[in-house]
């Protein structure tokens, strides 16, 4: 990829957005900040270089693979704002996220905390499972694709470059050019599915934990260099590393829940798990099912109300998801003050709350949505999380446990515990 300086990107994107400085690169692309000044917010540009696409085909499958992935709505991929061709490069505008790529942080940290590797784990398959199961590969999965905030929380970018997954083989093309982190099909220039990323994934956890490629064909365990890597950890590692794909994980969720099992045994030393049957699976976001108010009387005033209530709930949930969090806060708040008991509305609340970084408040949302439904799981997690981000070290690992007890799939609460246990020893 040829290097250049800033102010010599393309015409459109130096006349449309203040390019501050550039935040890293990955196998295909150059990410950049910037500020829009038509959004009045700070940006990421994703530049991809016009010597990748000299194929005549390429810009139609960029714009259709592009459109798909704008459509992607998960906390750990950079929601895709705007995308174009610049003669002669392509560009995507993302979402700004305060965080570095990681592959700068092992650059200048070297082998990383086993708990700060697992945390990272963790949240890449959640967000390679949702693109997954929505038809989408990355096919280039690269650690300078992959922002790390100082708190932990990681974005991944560069799903608009990888074709996206056909519906019925599954098959995806992989890039032109060589980069470490490919699969053994990938670099045979065979078909791929979704084993492909977790074999790349895979292998730029073995970085992290080590603190550098392997330097041959053969990957040993990363425990032989790194004696902290736990043997649950290098199992788990070294499946997603196994040349033959047949051989691999097929999914990422089956990945995270062998990691959730490897792991669960040193756990549970530690305390004993009730066999609480499941209520509803943990994650990142809130999964409740759609309640509605319940008007008091049959008056048509009280229906207007309900159906006002219930629209603006609606409206608050979509805002949301679309990532605009402080419509999602607005409505979401009014929802609340006439439907104080949907555990629907409390919890993308108490979501909408941590986005925007008011953590009592989601706190508070979540423990009122508790009070309604103390038996689901995903509340106890996020409610972890909010007191976390609090310095309640104690009050959030009793949350986090609660998850996992009664949700003993709950991966990704699982290994926030073993994060938080790993820090204080």
Sequence with gaps: MADGPVDKLTAHIAHNYQVTGEMGRDAMSRLFQATSPSLGAAVIIQVIPGDLARDPEFDDRFHSRMRKVANLAHRN???????????????????????????KIIEQRGALPVPDVLNLLSQA??????????????GALHPG????????????TGFGIAKAIDPQSMLVETPSNLYPY????????????ARS?????????????????????????????NAAVPAAVDEVVMRMLVPRPRERFRTAR????????????????RRAAPAVEQAAPASAAPTMAAERPVAQAASEPAARAAASAASGADAGVEAYKQGNMEDAVRLLEEAAEAMPRSVRVLSHLGAAYYAVRRYGDAADALTRALKVRPDLSVLHYDLGNALLAQGKVADAKSELEQAWNQDPSCTAALLMLVSLEGAST
């Design 182 to 193: 490919k699969s053994p099909e990938q670099a045979m220039g065979l078909p791929v599915d």
């Design 125 to 138: 398959l959640e967000a390679l499972d949702h693109a997954h199961k929505n038809g989408i590969a990355h």
């Design 197 to 225: 990323d977790l074999y790349s994934l895979g292998l730029i956890v073995w970085e992290a934990l080590v603190g550098e490629l392997p330097g041959g064909e053969l990957i040993p365990p990363p425990s032989t260099v």
């Design 77 to 103: 991929i950079l929601h895709v704002n705007h995308f174009a061709h610049d003669e002669p490069n392509y560009y995507v505008v993302l979402d700004y996220f305060e965080g570095r790529p990681l592959a």
């Design 145 to 156: 694709g992959i922002l790390v905030a100082e708190d932990g929380e990681v974005r991944m």
């Design 254 to 269: 089956q990945v995270a829940i062998a990691l959730s099992g490897a792991l669960r045994s040193r756990a549970e030393r």
